[in-house]
Structures are given as structure tokens and as C-alpha cells.
């Protein structure tokens, strides 16, 4: 089964810097876009940014200018650079997986575990 395992959430505070990473495992060929969510308590899951396989990018207008989201083809592997972060940023983050080819699935997608986000102020 293919599972996406992230790292590099934590406390910060306002203004300050975190990055994210996600690895995707398994039996992979490709990955066709890579995304991150994030969730506030009492919120919906929100999509962030995401990437397709060829580098083009799409993000949420709260995180235009501030996050930036990057891709390791080769490691099958997802990164989001969060600057000037804000209280409003604190959240659960996602990594997501959409149009995995592996050893057994042509089509799949895949969900990270989630990790805190707390930015104060």
C-alpha cells in the first residue's frame, strides 16, 4: 500500500518560518500532483497548494506570496516552505497524492496522517 509519512510541523511564532516535507512509500512510478490541506478546529479541510508532476502550482489566496511548494520527483517526495507565518496559519497540514501509478493501482490516492501547525502570537 502506498502511504505518505510528513514531517516539520511544531510551535512557531508569528512571523517565523517552518517547513513541510512528505515522502510518499511504496512501489511507485509516478505521482500526477501533490498537494497539501490544512484543518482548523471547527473548519473544513481547505486545500493550501498543490503541484502537479511537471511543476506547475496552485495556491490558496490566504498563502499567495508566503508559502511556496516544491517536489522531489525522484523521491517521490512533496515540501511546503511556509514564511511570514500568521496565527491564522495554525492548522492540521495534509500531504496529499492524487494519480499514483504503483505496482498494483493505475489511479490511486493517498492521504499523510497530519501534522500541528501552531503559530502564536
Known amino acids: 500500500q502506498v502511504q505518505l509519512v510528513e514531517s516539520g510541523g511544531g510551535l512557531v511564532q508569528a512571523g517565523g518560518s517552518l517547513r513541510l516535507s512528505c515522502a510518499a512509500s511504496g512501489r511507485i512510478f509516478s505521482i500526477s500532483v501533490m498537494g497539501w490541506y490544512r484543518q482548523a478546529p471547527g473548519n473544513q479541510r481547505e486545500l493550501v497548494a498543490r503541484?502537479?508532476?511537471?511543476?506547475?502550482?496552485n495556491y490558496a489566496d490566504s498563502v499567495k506570496g508566503r508559502f511556496t511548494i516544491s517536489r522531489d520527483n525522484a523521491k517521490n517526495t512533496v515540501y511546503l516552505q511556509m514564511n511570514s507565518l500568521k496565527p491564522e496559519d495554525t492548522a492540521v497540514y495534509y500531504c496529499?497524492?492524487?494519480?499514483?501509478?504503483?505496482?498494483?493501482?493505475?489511479?490511486?490516492?493517498?492521504w499523510s496522517q497530519g501534522t500541528q501547525v501552531t503559530v502564536s502570537s
Open positions: 496529499n497524492a492524487e494519480g499514483i501509478r504503483s505496482a498494483f493501482q493505475i489511479n490511486a490516492q493517498a
Open positions: 503541484i502537479s508532476s511537471s511543476g506547475s502550482t
